[in-house]
């Protein structure tokens, strides 16, 4: 059993304008102590999946319309309300793509942080979870953290804004933590940093991670194993090594082929052309064959299944498998 088993999950967002496919056939299983990267192009349904984890998505219009998700064996979709509120921050801790808005401005960096702790850790007098609080944000490596309770956010940078979320989040000691862009609104640098701070807290933890970003080097940096989805779907899973040496789906091919090369600075990076399709409507068979290279008639009405181990791909075209075309 995967401490994460995401199974056939399909989840839809309904709306006056009818039923959007955000999430269409999902298969991830996930082990005790690795490090996903889930990366794809904007739209694609990454920060849906993240939040299907914890059932975050706002039901209506979200709606888990068949599949399963587990933590440990544990039925998620089941849960009450109770079991949802250790699961959220006790077991997986989540940091969000905007640390802006997950901070309140209005309240110090210490009074919000005990309000996490006292929700994960009643047991604690306030002195008591004043030194955790410092505990937290040195494991952060944020400087002078007693001093930084009594700040407000709008004192912090980015950057630590950003440390501070990462300090929230394993608040409650999770087994799991979900970073959903935690990088994208700071700069290169600073980026760097917290890429760096949340690989050494996995590894000093022994946390899994599961890490999303539209970015293949943020994922590449910080992941072993990459997930690459698109339109709602899983394209390609494989060990970071063998995804950036052999990729194999079109789609992945392409995302690769869009990174700049500092090497060489003369070389334009080429994009994919189109764009991400319409989930309402979304394409027959396989999602990318509009904006596929490789594209052959059975791509236009048969779904790819997602196979291989460690290296899975859903392609009609690459692998094995390959139909002629
Ligand atoms: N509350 C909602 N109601 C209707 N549709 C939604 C809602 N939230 C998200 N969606 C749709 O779900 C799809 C996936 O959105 P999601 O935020 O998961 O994408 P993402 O991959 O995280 O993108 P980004 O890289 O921009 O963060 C999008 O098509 C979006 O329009
Ligand atoms: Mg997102």
């Not at 496919?21 to 904007?42: K, P, Q």
């Not at 994919?272 to 309402?280: M, T, Y």
Request: with cysteine.
């Amino acid at each position: 059993m995967s401490l994460i088993e995401i199974q056939d999950c399909r989840l839809a967002f309904d709306g006056f304008e009818g039923r959007v496919h955000v999430l269409d056939g999902i298969d991830l299983a996930i082990e005790s102590g690795e490090s996903v990267g889930i990366v794809g192009e904007t739209g694609c349904g990454k920060s849906a999946l993240a939040r299907s984890l914890l059932r975050l998505n706002p039901a209506p219009p979200a709606r888990i319309v068949s599949g399963a998700i587990r933590y440990d064996g544990a039925d998620i979709l089941a849960m009450d309300a109770a079991a949802l509120r250790r699961l959220r921050g006790g077991t997986i801790g989540m940091v969000f793509q905007d640390p802006v808005t997950y901070l309140n401005p209005v309240f110090t960096i210490g009074r919000q942080m005990e309000e996490v702790l006292r929700a994960h850790e009643s047991g604690l007098s306030r002195a008591q979870r004043r030194a955790r609080c410092i505990e937290l944000l040195d494991s952060v490596r944020l400087p002078q953290a007693a001093s930084l309770l009594d700040r407000y956010p709008h004192e912090l940078s980015g950057g630590m804004r950003q440390r501070v979320l990462i300090a929230e989040a394993l608040a409650g000691n999770p087994r799991v933590l979900v970073a959903d862009e935690p990088t994208t609104a700071l700069d290169v640098t600073i980026q760097r940093q917290i890429l760096a701070l949340i690989a050494g807290l996995v590894a000093r933890l022994g946390l899994t991670l599961m890490l999303i970003s539209h970015d293949l080097g943020v994922i590449g940096a910080a992941c072993r194993r990459i997930v690459v989805m698109y339109a709602g779907t899983i394209v390609e899973d494989a060990p970071a090594e063998a995804l950036f040496a052999e990729p194999q789906h079109p789609y992945t091919r392409g995302l690769l082929a869009a990174m700049p090369d500092l090497r060489q600075p003369d070389h334009m990076p080429s994009g994919i052309p189109g764009s991400i399709p319409n989930l309402r409507d979304p394409p027959q068979g396989c999602r990318f064959h509009p904006r596929c290279p490789l594209a052959m008639s059975v791509c236009r009405s048969a779904r790819p299944v997602l196979r291989g181990a460690p290296h899975a791909v859903a392609c009609h075209a690459v692998g094995d498998w390959a139909v002629a075309p």
